[in-house]
């Protein structure tokens, strides 16, 4: 935390989310499909199948957030969580937004409900016409959207995009606008944020439609998961932000970014 703390301040950024993830979902991997986990999360594999990470360290957490203040007190530290499907799990997810304060609280789908349990959306694509599972995929976050989940920002709209199989051809965003479409009405009609992620860069039209479909606010996030990618993708991020029309609030610390209507 403290070398991305150290990071931000060299690129100039004002402030820092550390949205860490609380995983209340239990997904099962199949046999076939182990060797795809890194070798880091294999030591959360079950020998069911089931995927159970450790629940969130949030005294370790709030701790490291607390020496980041205090070694960079020019920098914004915020205090973030990064909820995995938390419609389904509303009694976890208040317990922990109930035991601190949390400045940032991102909503997020990583899983999708299957005939017998949950399993990763990465994971669904070898079995399914992608086309398919993509619109599983926006159909799951849009539920996300209009549950009444406590979060601030949706993450990742286009999370399960980064899986797409090369053979299925090129990605369109047109070729799922209604379904996008759908969830950036529903995301703005709850005035929640849409966060554009630059682990894979949001495509320019899905920011486009957030404002026509009257979207408030954006933030940004680079999905780092270590220090030297903090911050990663900003300026290409910023400029179809900018090409949108939106524009830093006056309260650039907290990293918002809101239209300017004409």
Known sequence: MLDSCARAVQLGLPSIAFTEHAEFTRPVIEPRQRELIGRHHLRHLRPDGVFAPPELDLAGYLDGVRRCRERFPRLRVLTGVELSEPHWHPEPTAALLAAAHIDRALGSVHALHGPHAARPVDMLFPDRPALDVLRDYLAEVLAL?????????????????????????PLRPADVED????????????????EINTKLPLAPSIVLWWVDCGGERVSFGSDAHRPDRV?????????AARAAGFRPDR???DLWWRPVRR
Do not use: I, M, N, Q
């Not at 949706?154 to 899986?163: G, I, Q």
């Not at 950036?184 to 929640?192: H, I």
């Not at 911050?231 to 910023?238: E, I, N, R, S």
């Open 145 to 169: 959207v209009e549950s009444p989940a406590p979060f601030h920002v949706l993450a990742h709209v286009d999370y399960a995009a980064r899986y797409w199989p090369a053979a299925a051809g």
């Open 179 to 194: 379904e996008l479409r759908a969830v950036l009405r529903a995301l703005a009609a709850s005035g929640r944020a849409l």
């Open 231 to 239: 911050g990663h993708g900003f300026a290409k991020a910023a400029d």
């Open 251 to 253: 309260d650039p610390v």
